[in-house]
C-alpha cells in the first residue's frame, strides 16, 4: 500500500531533550516536507526537500533541523525542544521535486514539550 | 511574498444546503499550483483537487466543484447538497517553485 509513516505518532517529551521524528514513503517521490499545525494557524511549511541531499527552510525553520540522505526518509530533528514547539506535525511527499503535485500526508505527529 | 487567505474561519449550514468556501491567493509568479485539502475530525490530511495557472475551467467532481477565477485571485470551493459526512476543516494551498503555502484553513460544520 503505498503510504507516508510517521513515528512516533504521540509524543510527550520535556524542554531541551532531543527528539526524531521519523518520515518514510514507498512511493519514490521526488518531494518531502514537515508541517506544523498549530489552531487558528493552519499548516506551516518547515523543512522541505527537493531530492536526496538537496533541503530548504519553509517558513518556520527555526529550532528544527532535517536530512535526506535516503529518497524514502525525511526526519526531523528537533535538537533542543521548547513548549512553543508543541504542535502537530505532519510529513509529506510528492511526485516530483517541486511542490506543483499533490501532497501525500502522512497520519501527524502530536508532540507536547513541557 | 507569497499568501492564501481563507476568510471564513468557521461555517455552519444545515445538511443538503449548498455551501461555498472562499479561498483569495497573492503571487507574483504567472506560474502556480492550487490545491484543496480536506482534514475529517479523524485528523488525516487528504487531497482534494489542484489547478495549474493556465487552466481556468472550472472543475465538478460528484457534489463538489470548484470555481477559479485569476482575474480576482480566487479558486472557491463548493459543495452542492452538504452531508453530513463533509463536515471537516478544508485547506487551500498555494505552491510557487519549491515552496508550500497553506491558508488557515475554514472548518465546516454541516448540520443533520
Known amino acids: 500500500e503505498a503510504q507516508v509513516t510517521q513515528n512516533p505518532r504521540y509524543l510527550i517529551t520535556v524542554t531541551g531533550k532531543k527528539l526524531t521524528v521519523t518520515c518514510s514513503q514507498n512511493?519514490?517521490?521526488?518531494?518531502m516536507s514537515w508541517y506544523r499545525q498549530d489552531p487558528g494557524l493552519g499548516l506551516r511549511q518547515i523543512y522541505y526537500s527537493m531530492n536526496v541531499e538537496v533541503t530548504d527552510k519553509g517558513d518556520v525553520p527555526e529550532g528544527y533541523k532535517v536530512s535526506r540522505k535516503e529518497k524514502r526518509n525525511f526526519p526531523l530533528i528537533l535538537e533542543s525542544p521548547s513548549p512553543n514547539q508543541t504542535s502537530l506535525y505532519f510529513c509529506a511527499s510528492s511526485l516530483r521535486s517541486d511542490s506543483s503535485y499533490e501532497q501525500y500526508f502522512g497520519p501527524g505527529t502530536r508532540l507536547t514539550v513541557t | 511574498a507569497q499568501k492564501v487567505t481563507q476568510a471564513q474561519t468557521e461555517i455552519s449550514v444545515v445538511e443538503k444546503e449548498d455551501v461555498t468556501l472562499d479561498c483569495v491567493y497573492e503571487?507574483?509568479?504567472?506560474?502556480?499550483?492550487l490545491f484543496w485539502y480536506k482534514q475529517p475530525p479523524s485528523g488525516e490530511l487528504v487531497f482534494l483537487i489542484r489547478?495549474?495557472?493556465?487552466?481556468?475551467q472550472n472543475e465538478i467532481s460528484g457534489r463538489y466543484s470548484w470555481n477559479f477565477q485569476k482575474s480576482t485571485s480566487s479558486f472557491n470551493f463548493t459543495i452542492t447538497a452538504s452531508q453530513v459526512v463533509d463536515s471537516a476543516v478544508y485547506f487551500c494551498?498555494?505552491?510557487?517553485?519549491?515552496?508550500?503555502?497553506f491558508g488557515k484553513g475554514t472548518r465546516l460544520h454541516i448540520l443533520p
Open positions: 494551498a498555494l505552491s510557487e517553485g519549491d515552496k508550500i503555502i
Open positions: 503571487t507574483r509568479d504567472t506560474t502556480y499550483y
Open positions: 512511493m519514490n517521490h521526488e518531494y
Open positions: 489547478r495549474n495557472s493556465f487552466d481556468e
